[in-house]
């Protein structure tokens, strides 16, 4: 039993892993989708890691989900307090995304650490609060019924953590407007949050939600059905839910049902005879009808059913926003985000390439962003260029790695593309030795070939193609320009992230080449060591190549220390490196060797 306990774990250890390291290569490669969902397959599997929580917060940043960002750094926070830098993000994104009380109170633990940049984002959030709780105070005492100044105090008060004074302010503003029954969704908040010192606003509190959650709009009710317990209201919650809003028609209504439905007929009546009489109908006349400005109301409730979650209330509205303004950029941006949200990125990508010429730059700007982090993985077909210019002491030379790809995305396996590689270096044929007859160090070609290639499947991938190599240069003592060139291979990469930032990584392939008297290669390319900030690595190489023919130039072992940081849209590599031939047959070198090697790696996907 115990062996196959370890067994287990250690399979699940191992899947997690897997899962992780697919992660990362996704976002490597700027999919972003697939990484999220690496991320949080791999949290599943493990589930109190809390970099996993961390790099799938910054990655669904990278594609606008902020509030889920935001959870995803709670839940680190949650597993590791710890860390600050963690702690900083989560509190910067609640004050984004309109949770300032939270927000608040995290910069104040911050900063009582000693953090300088708490420090000052709780006076960037608390000074504007202190400032307007003062100033809606003076207005008050100048006019004690003035609505919007209760009503604004006790928004502030809420955001600066002080729940008395809010629930005093928002119950003012309520006996001022009875009818607005989204300040008892506000109200029943806050006596929550006073509940968990005093009990006994646990019961008000559950009294404001319940007249809130029979409210006649929809976005109100659910509001208010989420912070109630997900039981039935019992008889005297009702009755205090009436005392506090007696005009709510349909919460009476509902008690005398339930005093009918528990044989209470004498209560039931009564609570029915205190219902208003029904109305007449009296269809208006069509002259009567005012204009109404729906675009803009719809608009509005579309963001905020958006910011509040409710996504399908937010496409409704959003949409009949869009049909009474169909010039409204912002509104096609928020439709683009709530159908992002939705999991439904063709519709996303439509919106939001609609929203790319708003003549608002900030609109447009967002807008492009997005559309342009969706459209490439939505396309049938898909092309992808990247260029490898490589310096090397070693052979003082200049070498350049190119390669075009377009592929034909289609829900199989295994893919069709076609490629146009480009394989050269600057130097051109040299001479080795005395008696040996200059030598190319490349392949000097362009490479036209058509091929197929698997899905990548944990980290496994397998590819072959067929093609001609057109050479811009022919080696001495061989004719021809164009020579048939068929390869193929197996790519494996793997990264491991452990703490404090530390890494371990492999990129190994065997690759199998016609034009070199069909010899095949596989050479591995490792590295350990450490990321500091997010585009700087140091780290450790052990790389080594192998072929089948034994050539002295495919058979070395090398070491050395490397960095590697980002630019954008470049990557920099600078490798120092003591090698070693593995076949010294017709080696005209030493068999060491060192290299210093320099090189900038650029890639698109469109």
């Not at 809390?50 to 606008?64: E, P, Q, V």
């Not at 929809?218 to 506090?244: D, G, H, K, S, T």
């Not at 146009?420 to 080795?432: P, S």
Request: overall charge neutral; aromatic content about 10%.
């Amino acid at each position: 039993m115990a062996k196959a306990l370890v067994g287990f774990l250690f399979s699940a250890l191992t899947l997690g892993a897997m899962t992780l390291d697919e992660a990362y290569a996704a976002l490597r490669a700027k999919n972003y989708q697939e990484a999220i969902r690496g991320f949080e397959q791999a949290a599943k599997l493990d589930p109190g890691h809390a970099s996993i929580r961390k790099d799938l917060a910054y990655t669904l940043l990278k594609i606008g989900e902020t509030e889920a960002a935001r959870d995803q750094f709670a839940e680190a926070m949650a597993l590791d307090p710890a860390d600050d830098q963690v702690a900083l993000e989560y509190a910067f994104l609640c004050y984004e995304t309109k949770q300032q009380a939270a927000a608040r109170r995290i910069f104040d633990r911050l900063r009582k650490s000693g953090n300088s940049t708490a420090a000052q984002a709780f006076e960037n959030v608390d000074r504007p609060l202190r400032e307007g709780i003062v100033r809606w105070k003076q207005a008050l005492e100048l006019s004690p019924d003035n609505f919007s100044a209760h009503e604004e105090l006790a928004k502030l008060a809420e955001q600066r953590d002080d729940p008395d004074l809010a629930a005093e302010q928002y119950q003012a503003a309520w006996k001022l407007r009875p009818a607005r029954r989204d300040l008892l969704v506000d109200l029943g908040r806050v006596w929550l949050e006073q509940g968990q010192t005093t009990s006994s606003k646990i019961e008000d509190a559950h009294a404001a939600l319940l007249a809130a959650s029979r409210a006649s709009e929809p976005r109100i009710a659910e509001q208010a059905r989420e912070l109630l317990p997900p039981r039935y209201p019992y008889v005297y919650e009702f009755e205090n839910a009436l005392v506090l809003d007696p005009s709510n028609d349909a919460l009476r209504r509902e008690l005398a049902y339930l005093h009918l439905a528990m044989g209470d007929n004498s209560i039931a009546e009564k609570q029915l005879q205190a219902l208003p009489p029904a109305p007449q109908a009296v269809p208006p006349a069509q002259e009567n009808k005012l204009p109404q400005n729906t675009s803009n109301d719809n608009k509005l409730l579309g963001e905020q059913s958006l910011d509040k979650g409710y996504l399908g209330d937010a496409l409704r509205y959003l949409h009949a926003a869009q049909e009474n303004d169909p010039m409204d950029f912002e509104v096609m941006l928020k439709l683009g985000w709530a159908y992002n949200i939705l999991k439904d990125d063709r519709d996303a990508v439509r919106w939001f390439s609609l929203a790319r010429y708003s003549p608002d730059a900030k609109t447009a700007s967002e807008a492009s962003k997005a559309y342009g982090n969706l459209n490439p993985s939505l396309r049938l077909l898909r092309t992808t260029v990247w260029a490898f210019p490589t310096i090397s002491t070693r052979w003082r030379d200049t070498f350049v790695y190119a390669q075009a790809k377009t592929e034909l995305r289609v829900a199989f396996p295994i893919h069709p593309y076609l490629s146009v590689r480009f394989i050269g270096d600057a130097r051109g044929a040299v001479r080795l030795g005395a008696n040996i007859s200059p030598q190319n160090l490349s392949e000097r070609s362009v490479i036209v070939g058509a091929g197929l290639a698997s899905t990548p499947w944990r980290g496994l991938m397998a590819w072959f193609e067929a093609g001609e190599a057109l050479r811009y240069q022919i080696p001495h003592g061989e004719s021809g320009t164009a020579l048939p060139d068929y390869r193929g291979g197996i790519s494996y990469a793997h990264a491991l992230r452990g703490p404090r930032r530390l890494f371990a990584e492999t990129n190994d392939d065997g690759v199998f080449i016609s034009r070199f008297g069909n010899d095949s290669l596989l050479y591995s390319q490792n590295r350990t060591g450490r990321t500091f900030g997010e585009n700087v690595q140091v780290y450790w190489n052990w790389n080594a190549t192998v072929d089948a023919t034994g050539e002295y130039w495919a058979n070395t072992a090398e070491t050395g220390p490397g960095v590697r940081f980002r630019l954008n849209p470049l990557q920099f590599t600078v490798n120092f490196l003591r090698g070693a031939y593995l076949v010294n047959q017709y080696n005209p070198y030493r068999p060491n060797f060192n290299d210093v090697r320099i090189g900038v790696w650029y890639a698109f996907t469109h």
